[in-house]
């Protein structure tokens, strides 16, 4: 049982490029979401899904898209790279997404926008 | 307005020392839960506790206990005997009933540095 997996560990880009970071957990989870953590602010929010062909926008999702066309994957894709962007970014998965569930996290990707 | 707050953001004991790790909450909701991760220098998030709104006694698990007082809106958390293996960001975070996708939201952190 690995849990929540995330690639790459690290990533560097160019302003403009395009890249998918990917997560998986093998829990057959439902809930699934992504967060970015800057320093001295926390995680927030940025794409969520309560299971396979649903997603929502948290509270950062503008210049990210997401999709989960299986209950174990859920891609985040970054559409054109920003410096303002560089971030670690962490997977979350929840057994659902009712209040009372724990969430776990993947080992994070740290993204740098040049 | 901030609904989590760790004013603490930085605190360094020598090791053995006791010590506490404030969170102060804001919410409107009468039902929500409360979440300690901790994040050590590899970078991983590491469940610790959750608690209820309508469970205010306090838990205790080895050396790290947690106090939640409604009366403050507060869940401190407390490392007895302090270690170096504790030395990481401690995060609280707060999940509210009348949000529709019960996000986590979290607080800055406190960082805990523990001295041999």
């Known amino acids: 049982n690995a849990g929540v997996t995330q690639t790459p560990k690290f990533q560097v880009l160019k302003t403009g490029q395009s890249m998918t970071l990917q997560c998986a957990q093998d829990?057959?989870?439902?809930?699934m979401s992504w967060y970015r953590q800057d320093p001295g602010m926390g995680l927030r929010l940025i794409h969520y899904s309560v299971g396979a062909g649903i997603t929502d926008q948290g509270e950062v999702p503008n210049g990210y898209n997401v999709s989960r066309s299986t209950t174990e994957d859920f891609p985040l894709r970054l559409l054109s790279a920003a410096p303002s962007q560089t971030s670690v970014y962490f997977c979350a998965s929840s057994y659902g997404g009712s209040l009372t569930d724990t969430q776990y996290f993947g080992p994070g990707t740290r993204l740098t926008v040049l | 307005a901030q609904k989590v707050t760790q004013a603490q953001t930085e605190i360094s004991v020598v090791e053995k020392e006791d010590v506490t790790l404030d969170c102060v909450y804001e919410t409107r909701d009468t039902t929500y839960y409360l979440f300690w991760y901790k994040q050590p220098p590899s970078g991983e998030l590491v469940f610790l506790i959750r608690r209820n709104s309508f469970d205010e006694q306090n838990e205790i698990s080895g050396r790290y206990s947690w106090n939640f007082q409604k009366s403050t809106s507060s869940f401190n958390f407390t490392i007895t005997a302090s270690q170096v293996v504790d030395s990481a960001v401690y995060f609280c975070?707060?999940?509210?009933?009348?949000?529709?996708?019960?996000?986590?939201?979290w607080g800055a952190g406190t960082k805990l540095i523990i001295k041999p």
């Open positions: 975070a707060l999940s509210e009933a009348l949000r529709s996708n019960y996000q986590l939201i």
């Open positions: 829990m057959n989870h439902e809930y």
